[in-house]
């Protein structure tokens, strides 16, 4: 099955195209690394993906369904964790998981299920705002999988994350965990060892796409320069 | 998982906001505190030691009129700031279900001002004696601050996504509010009248029961477009 099916999807910010006739399939249980400088449009297509921008130009499909016309057959399927944590910072780690819980009619045990998992239990009820980034980012992968989404959307999800506790997640947002990815990653090097075909942006436009193995180290730096 | 019931939504919605706001405590003191020093205002700029009658119910609900603006423009910020919005727009909930939450947190910030602000209303500025008044006035008041609520999260969700949002929500939403302040005050004033205490004209509050309704559906039908890119 083909979990996204982009063919010339094009998406502008007022006159400037932040994303240019993308075209790739990506089978469903594979991940897709997204590799390019700032802003070579790797966020913006995160967040088309995640049916949080529409496309100006082109055809998408994710999960087999088309968007922008059927956004709310994809949501809820989807889990994106991106720069944002989208949390409330007043609110508790509980307070902020029992809300999303309940936005995706997901039973309640779920939330202290995943608090264990990514070992949050004992500042579960603390303010957000009194936690370290790292912590935050714990909370968020949480968010991100409270609702058992089929397709990930990782948008550097390690940033802020010691060692120890990029061991914690992997399971369950890393290759181990079996779901369709979409990791977007400034770390070249970590991102084609846990892909299976690697998309290069720069300034919006395809500089490459192919499998890890096929893909010229010489042009992956380029990218950056 | 199963599909979010609406009404679970809401008061899941409901019980953030009002959490977010107990946490913090930002919108209630200044709406309180607006409000009394407003009626100290209008006691000094008007140069009256009470008033009654149609003065009386303008000054009211001109200060309740700004007060709900304060907090109309705040009403979505926690969520445009922190992420909130996306969040929601993540997940398969009604969106409409954020915009009746939203309606119910303007409502319930609107009664606990009008809880500080009315008394300090009598106490300040009003000639009648409240008590009388009473009973009329809590049917205005219902029916003005849903009218409020209604077209506060309304322009509160269409201001938030712009870069002059501070501006935007008082000039979208005063002229709108100009029929509901109409019916209110001129449904109050003869609360005020020591003379005529209890007679509400019934055709303002028609009036203004349609217009909340009316109102209600304008909402209902553009707040999916709001929310959407």
Aim: proline share 6%; glycine share 8%; hydrophobic share 50%.
């Amino acid at each position: 099955m083909t979990a996204l099916s982009l063919r010339g999807v094009t998406r502008r910010y007022g006159e400037r195209t932040a994303l240019a006739a993308v075209t790739l399939t990506l089978p469903a249980g594979q991940t897709l690394a997204v590799l390019g400088p700032n802003g070579a449009g790797k966020s913006t297509l995160l967040r088309v993906l995640a049916t949080l921008l529409a496309p100006h130009a082109g055809k998408l499909e994710v999960l087999g369904h088309p968007l922008p016309q059927e956004s709310w057959a994809v949501r809820g399927k989807i889990g994106l964790l991106g720069h944002e944590p989208m949390l409330y910072r007043e609110l508790t780690a509980r307070e902020n998981l029992r809300l999303h819980a309940k936005l995706h009619g997901v039973r309640l045990e779920r939330v202290g299920e995943l608090l264990a998992l990514v070992a949050l239990e004992r500042r579960a009820d603390e303010p957000l705002r009194t936690l370290s980034r790292g912590l935050v980012q714990r909370v968020a992968v949480c968010r991100t999988l409270l609702h058992e989404p089929e397709l990930l959307l990782l948008d550097e999800p390690r940033a802020n994350l010691d060692p120890a506790a990029c061991e914690i997640v992997e399971p369950l947002i890393g290759r181990a965990s079996g779901k369709t990815r979409v990791l977007v990653s400034h770390d070249p090097a970590r991102a084609l060892l846990e892909a299976d075909l690697v998309l290069g942006l720069a300034r919006g436009r395809t500089a490459f796409l192919d499998a890890p193995a096929q893909l010229d180290p010489q042009g992956v730096a380029e990218l950056y320069r | 998982m199963s599909t979010p019931r609406t009404s679970s939504v809401v008061r899941a919605l409901l019980e953030a906001q009002l959490r977010l706001e107990l946490r913090t405590f930002e919108s209630l003191p200044a709406m309180w505190l607006f409000s009394v020093t407003a009626f100290v205002l209008f006691h000094f700029g008007l140069n009256e030691d009470s008033l009654s009658g149609n003065l009386a119910s303008g000054v009211l609900w001109v200060t309740l009129l700004l007060a709900a603006i304060l907090v109309i423009n705040r009403l979505y910020l926690a969520d445009a700031e922190q992420g909130g919005f996306d969040g929601f727009l993540l997940s398969p909930a009604d969106r409409g279900s954020l915009l009746i939450a939203k309606v119910l947190t303007l409502l319930f910030y609107l009664a606990a001002v009008e809880l500080v602000a009315v008394p300090a209303f009598a106490l300040l500025l009003l000639e009648p004696s409240l008590g009388q008044a009473l009973p009329g006035l809590l049917g205005v008041l219902a029916l003005g601050d849903l009218g409020i609520a209604v077209i506060g999260a309304l322009v509160g969700a269409l201001a938030i996504r712009t870069q002059s949002r501070d501006l935007l929500g008082p000039m979208l939403s005063l002229p709108l509010l100009v029929p509901v302040l109409l019916c209110v005050a001129g449904a109050t004033a003869p609360l005020f009248d020591p003379a005529h205490a209890g007679a509400i004209p019934l055709r303002l509050l028609v009036t203004l029961a349609l217009y909340d309704a009316v109102f209600g559906l304008i909402a209902f039908a553009l707040f999916d477009f709001l929310l959407e890119d």
